[in-house]
Each structure stands twice: as C-alpha cells, then as structure tokens.
C-alpha cells in the first residue's frame, strides 16, 4: 500500500474535509484539543470539499472548518512553509473567522467561540517542548483569562518523534498519521480505531484515479519548490550578511593601518578577497 503525504493541502482536506470526514475529524479533534466539558460527539463541516478538476496551482486548498455541537466554530490548517507573516495571518484568520458571524443589528451577544487549530511542519516555538500549546488572550501579570472566545492552538510537528511501537495514546497515533503516512507500506499493528483506519483508507493512493493522483504530485512539487526558494532566500540572506560584517570589519582595520596579511589572518581571506569586499 502507499499513501498520501497527508501534509499537503491536498491531502489534508480530503481526508479531514470530505463529506465521509466526520467521524474522523471529530477523534482528530477530541486527540488534539483538550475540551473543558466533555469530548465533542457531533459537528458540521463547512463546505465539504470535493475532489476538483485539475486547473494548476490557482486552486489551492488550505483548511478544513467546522461548526461543533456547541456552536464553536472551528478553523484547521495544515502549514508547511514558514514564511514571513505566517504568525499574523493565524490571527488574521481567526479574528476573521470571529468577526465574519456577526450580521448587520446583530447583537455582539450572538458571537461564537472560535477554535484556530494550525498544524505546522516546522518549529514555531523553539523554547517550549511540548508539540502542542494552547493560547487564549490573558491579563499580563495575573494571567486571568480575558474570556474563552478566541483560542489558538499550535500543533508542531518536527516535536514529535515516537516510533511506531511507541504509541500509545489516540494523540500519538494522530500525530503519527500525519507525520509518516506518505511513507509507510502498511497500517501500523498498534492503530486499529475505526476514524484512524478510515483515515488511512481515504489516503490510500490505490482508491485514487490519475486525475487525483496527478493533483496530488502537482501539490507535493509546488510546495517543495517553493520550499527551495525560501531555503535558497535564506542562505543568499545569510551570505550577504556574512559579507557586510566582512566588509565593516575590513574597515575598521584598515582605519587602524593594520597591515594586509594581518586582516587576511583575522578574516580567512586572501589579498583579492580583501580587495573585492573593500
């Protein structure tokens, strides 16, 4: 067997945003987000997506919402690049998500919590250890809680290193699904709850026709592209920098009349570097 990389857009919205979904967004959700009350037992997902014709990289499939039982409304995204801005379009999005409920003379009373649920395939928090963090808008030195309405949850992927024999709660095996489905030959022996194993069966690469397999490679090989290009930004950042402290420190040495073979001791470089950067 092979599987999508559910990691994709693509991907993610197919398996946690299809019409045959809910179930398996509803244990997706109770694994991942820890409810005050009670686990959620029923939702409406927004917008079921359908599979789409294959029209280029204009069509592009970003999150997965849902309306739960309690009228919480719920926004999740699958992120793979981290570009610049990511952080203020999370709460763009969930403050949208928020204020895109309340119609003209409606009362500010009718507005719903919301839930922004990102799953990112890079680290956001370095400092922190734990996979998952949950964030709600506080007082600054009691940290009371300004209210429950707007909740953001991150979910980092990189953080989670379990091996298959290692799994032991339904979280862990989510986050295992989502880590290492694209590539895995077999359902693992430990996962045998029913939403996961759907899950496992919608990304199943066998029950796919050409036309879904050929958008699913056109996914994969954008987003790779594009995470080149920002690898390849930030390097050419980086080499530019190295350059400018080179060059100011050519500077200052010069100011002192230190001879060439000296500053070529201190910076590593040769006579026709030093020139160049000068």
């Known amino acids: 067997m092979r599987f999508l990389d559910v990691k994709t857009d693509y991907a993610f919205k197919k398996v946690f945003g299809s019409e ?32 789409p014709l294959i029209k280029g990289m204009k069509d592009s499939y970003v999150d997965v919402k849902a309306v739960l039982a309690n009228n919480t409304h719920v926004i999740i995204e699958m992120q793979l690049l981290n570009y610049e801005g990511f952080e203020k379009r999370v709460l763009y999005n ?9 119609m003209r003379a409606e009362d500010y009373e009718t507005l719903e919590p919301i839930i922004a649920l990102t799953i990112t395939d890079f680290p956001m928090f370095k400092d922190l250890p734990q996979i998952i963090t949950y ?33 032991v709660t339904v ?12 590539s895995l030959e077999f359902i ?10 759907n899950a496992f069966d919608i990304a199943n690469t066998a029950g796919m026709d050409a036309d879904e397999l050929e958008l699913q490679f056109k996914r994969k090989d954008f987003i790779y592209m594009q995470r080149k290009s920002l690898e390849k930004a930030q390097k050419e950042g980086l080499m530019q920098g ?7 420190m050519i500077q200052n040495m ?8 000296t500053i070529g001791i201190v910076t590593g470089l040769s006579f026709e570097e030093i020139q160049d950067l000068q």
Not at 139 to 166: A, C, G, Q, S, W
Not at 171 to 182: C, G, I, S
Not at 242 to 248: I, K, M, N, P, Y
């Open 20 to 51: 045959q979904s809910k179930a398996i967004l509803i244990d997706f959700l109770n694994a991942l987000i820890n409810f005050p009350d009670t686990s959620i037992t029923d939702l409406v997902i927004v917008d079921p997506y359908q599979i």
């Open 94 to 102: 969930a403050a949208k998500l928020y204020s895109s409920q309340l």
């Open 135 to 167: 964030w709600h808008v506080r007082e600054k030195e009691t940290l009371l809680k300004y209210n429950d309405d707007i909740e953001l949850i991150f979910v980092e992927l990189p953080k989670f290193n379990k091996r298959e024999d290692e799994l």
């Open 171 to 182: 979280t862990d095996k989510w986050l295992y699904f989502l880590r290492n489905a694209e």
């Open 188 to 197: 693992p022996q430990t996962i045998t709850e029913p939403p996961l194993l």
């Open 242 to 248: 190295r350059e400018e402290t080179l060059r100011q």
């Open 254 to 261: 010069l100011a002192l009349n230190l001879p060439m073979e």
